[in-house]
């Protein structure tokens, strides 16, 4: 698939870190950059670029011709500039609407409760959404960035998150828990693995609800790794041994912990440079976060050719409980290297943790020659 150049638009608005001002806090300097974001965020709706790892829900309504208010195209010219604005190195950084500069914040070292799960399927395992059974965007090249968003479509009021017994009934539970994951395929073998018979890497870009005992519902912005089948012997040093498999976490970054009512207001994205930097990105009504990493700790930017992304239980296994009649639309968008649109892979998911939902059917859009995959949940 094509990848969108966005040079033009770093430039066109002057953002580049050698260009910004020190004061960039000012109200004034704030104010000005607001009004270039809403002519050029116009400029951009008009021309219907492809913004598909960027801003996948918004380009959907665009190519369905539904005009975005100039406030909404602004912030989606917003986040694009920013999820091309570098961090000055690696760590956890967070930038507030319209600001384009990035502020470092504190990566918290800390152990999580819990865990996210990888799959492990049996044959009778109910068909709901999760541990397996889900859409798979597949692009035909390497993918270099992925976002998704999970709009809600109707009825959604409440969420919890429950145990599994297939899980050992562990994770994040109760009330307005749960994690939202992007995450790569799983089938592939780099030099992370260390020559081991059968190991396989697996990345997970995860942001997850009342993530720490303290302080108290606060969510965390981070990466997980996974050297699946690694194993008898031992992890590698600062690795976790879990069964056969080895796992290890990036810094967390504290987040706001949204309800489940404003899951539609928040996006995920995720990238992979290879000999560079992998990141992930948060992005909610007004704010970004996000946390980097070094993508030699996988090589996952030689492999990744698969992404899914879902809101699932609160890591453990555990399952994300939604109301009667809820129903959400999940929307992922790619860049990769092809020139190819990618296509819908069912039961090609990789989490363990799940929902109560059941799929509808998937399809493909595009715009430019670039695009994602988009399909609905309900019960």
Request: glycine share 10%; aromatic share 8%.
């Amino acid at each position: 698939m094509k990848t969108f150049k966005h040079a033009h638009v770093a430039n066109q608005l002057a953002f580049s870190s050698s260009t910004q001002p020190t004061q960039t806090g000012s109200a004034s300097f704030c104010s000005s950059i607001k009004r270039i974001l809403i002519a050029a965020g116009l400029a951009a709706a008009v021309a219907a670029p492809a913004w598909s790892a960027d801003l996948p829900d918004a380009v959907v309504r665009q190519s369905a011709g539904i005009k975005l208010s100039p406030d909404a195209a602004a912030r989606a010219q917003w986040k694009t500039v920013m999820k091309h604005n570098d961090t000055p190195g690696e760590g956890c950084f967070h930038a507030a609407y319209p600001s384009t500069s990035w502020e470092k914040v504190e990566c918290k070292p800390l152990e999580p409760r819990a865990h996210t799960e990888h799959r492990h399927r049996t044959a009778d395992e109910p068909e709901v959404v999760g541990n397996g059974n889900d859409y798979v965007a597949f692009a035909k090249g390497l993918i270099t960035s992925a976002a998704g968003i999970v709009s809600i479509v109707k009825d959604v009021t409440s969420e919890k998150s429950v145990g599994v017994a297939a899980f050992g009934g562990g994770g994040i539970l109760g009330a307005n828990e749960y994690s939202l994951q992007l995450n790569t395929n799983d089938l592939e073998t780099t030099s992370a693995c260390a020559g081991h018979s059968g190991c396989r890497v697996w990345q997970q870009f995860v942001y997850a609800t009342d993530y720490f005992i303290s302080p108290a519902h606060t969510a965390g912005l981070f990466i997980q790794y996974w050297l699946l089948d690694w194993g008898s012997s031992n992890c590698p040093s600062g690795w976790n041994k879990y069964g056969s498999d080895c796992w290890r976490n990036s810094g967390y970054a504290e987040v706001p912990d949204f309800g489940i009512t404003e899951v539609g207001d928040v996006e995920l994205s995720a990238s992979a440079t290879a000999g560079g930097k992998d990141t992930i990105l948060l992005f909610g009504p007004s704010d970004t976060y996000t946390v980097t990493g070094n993508d030699s700790v996988l090589d996952i930017s030689s492999v990744w050719n698969k992404a899914e992304f879902n809101v699932v239980g609160d890591a453990g296994g555990s399952e994300a409980v939604f109301n009667k009649g809820a129903e959400t639309r999940v929307t992922i968008g790619l860049s990769d290297k092809s020139t190819a649109m990618p296509t819908c892979l069912a039961n090609a998911g990789t989490t363990g943790e799940t929902n109560n939902l059941n799929l509808g059917s998937c399809s493909t859009w595009t715009i430019d020659g670039t695009g994602g995959i988009q399909f609905t949940e309900s019960n």
